[in-house]
């Protein structure tokens, strides 16, 4: 059970569950969605929500269902975001920018996660996706850079797609996801791989003709 002052003119209680807050104390817009208590089933994001705080929804065992507006302002879900919890479908919004390290690490039950056709998502850190249970995933078009160990331990992940024309994969982006066996680049035109990105010797990987492709 979560109690503020109605005094407190900087954060306030939303479906009894979560608190916002704001990123500009001036401001009458709460924007910041600061924490959630840890038994939530239900989280339906206010449009006007620009950041999920680190650690928000982390070891929220019992979260079936988050929902973002169609209009959703979100630009970035901080670190552990969701990490430890409960969640087996995600859709990003459009306009979200960055998701943070460790933001679905161990999330074990996430098995999709769709992106925006639209999406500005510009790079995917450190393990964000880390022993999730995705067994696809398909990389947003402006995401130049996955960070090292992204998508490490993901034992059911078989196929990706990587959407972007200019492509760096960081040390380890798929260490140990055993299974993965199809990775294509369908609109690169350069390609960087760095050490340990795949493990799995028998993985078949279609590129454009024409594209240059360096390993590091």
């Not at 999330?107 to 393990?127: G, P, T, V, Y």
């Not at 998508?151 to 760096?168: A, K, Q, Y």
């Amino acid at each position: 059970q979560i109690l503020i002052s109605p005094k407190n003119k900087n954060f306030k209680l939303i479906e009894n569950k979560m608190i916002v807050g704001k990123s500009n104390p001036k401001s009458d817009v709460f924007d910041v969605l600061e924490f959630a208590c840890r038994d939530i089933k239900e989280a339906k994001i206010p449009s006007d929500i620009k950041y999920i705080s680190s650690y928000c929804f982390e070891n929220c065992k019992k979260l079936e269902i988050i929902e973002f507006p169609q209009n959703s302002q979100l630009i970035k879900i901080g670190k552990n975001g969701f990490a430890n919890s409960s969640i087996s479908h995600i859709s990003i919004p459009k306009h979200c920018k960055y998701i943070y390290e460790n933001c679905f690490k161990f999330a074990s039950q996430l098995k999709n996660i769709e992106f925006h056709i639209n999406s500005e998502i510009e790079w995917i850190s450190d393990k964000s996706f880390a022993s999730s249970n995705i067994s696809s995933i398909t990389i947003p078009s402006k995401v130049f850079l996955t960070r090292s160990d992204a998508f490490c331990e993901c034992f059911n992940l078989n196929s990706v797609s990587v959407l972007g024309d200019f492509v760096c994969l960081q040390n380890d982006t798929f260490n140990k996801c055993n299974n993965l066996s199809f990775i294509e680049f369908p609109n690169a035109s350069k390609i960087q791989i760095y050490s340990k990105t795949f493990v799995n010797s028998n993985i078949m990987i279609f590129i454009n003709h024409g594209s240059q492709i360096s390993f590091h």
